[in-house]
């Protein structure tokens, strides 16, 4: 079992549309849960972080976290095309000396 | 990109030769990084370094070394390179390590091995 599981997609959804992505992780000493985005060629950028359970809200963006289930969700609402990249959920463990593992990314399709 | 820079950003090589790879930093960030990412496998730690002249292994470090001499430079060196190491190569940096450790990416390094 890999240590951070996200579906490889694509996940289709229209525009407008609200689209949901989500990450399940095997280690329950996991800390902070970390949401990037990646487009084609690109290096991944910093979309949020969530370390609480519960939701934790930035623009159009809000991130999900129940770590009894050991998941976390990154919610894109209104989406545009622009938002089509694949996204790369991160897990951060402490007694790992507090490094990032990261899953392979879910890839995110916005049609127009 | 935060004020981080990679080069070479793409380079070529051969069986058996070895590479050197350079991340350059503006932020004064006390923490950098080195991934490597291939399809498949999302970004994996080769090493990473958390003060000058102090660094430490990651999850795929067989094969490389680093070295960091100043706050603003991460050296990545691929002692003899293979086949295997043909990779896009991620720099990253953050300024603490604590559960807010927001790391920031440079630009990449396409690595090609033949």
């Known amino acids: 079992q890999k240590e951070v599981e996200q579906n490889s997609g694509p996940l289709s959804v229209p525009e407008g549309a609200i689209a949901s992505l989500n990450c399940t992780y095997s280690?329950?000493?996991?800390?902070?849960f970390f949401w990037y985005r990646q487009y084609s060629g690109k290096s991944p950028e910093l979309i949020m972080f969530i370390y609480s359970n519960g939701d934790k809200e930035d623009g159009r963006f809000t991130a999900q976290l129940n770590k009894a289930s050991q998941y976390v969700s990154l919610l894109i609402r209104d989406s545009q095309p622009s938002d089509s990249a694949t996204y790369l959920c991160?897990?951060?463990?402490?007694?790992?000396?507090?490094?990032?593992?990261f899953g392979a990314g879910t890839i995110l399709r916005v049609k127009s | 990109d935060a004020g981080i820079t990679q080069s070479p950003r793409h380079k070529v090589t051969e069986t058996g030769t070895p590479v050197t790879l350079r991340c350059h930093q503006t932020?004064?960030?006390?923490?950098m990084y080195w991934y490597r990412q291939d399809p498949g496998h999302g970004l994996r730690l080769i090493h990473y370094s958390y003060g000058v002249k102090d660094t430490d292994k990651g999850e795929v470090s067989d094969g490389y070394s680093v070295s960091r001499s100043k706050t603003e430079d991460f050296l990545l060196t691929l002692e003899s390179a293979t086949s295997s190491q043909t990779s896009v190569y991620f720099c990253?940096?953050?300024?603490?390590?604590?559960?807010?450790?927001?790391?920031?990416f440079g630009p990449g390094t396409r690595l090609t091995v033949l």
């Open positions: 990253a940096i953050s300024e603490t390590s604590g559960a807010n450790n927001e790391q920031f």
């Open positions: 932020e004064n960030h006390r923490y």
């Open positions: 280690d329950r000493g996991s800390q902070s």
């Open positions: 991160a897990v951060l463990r402490w007694e790992y000396g507090n490094k990032l593992v």
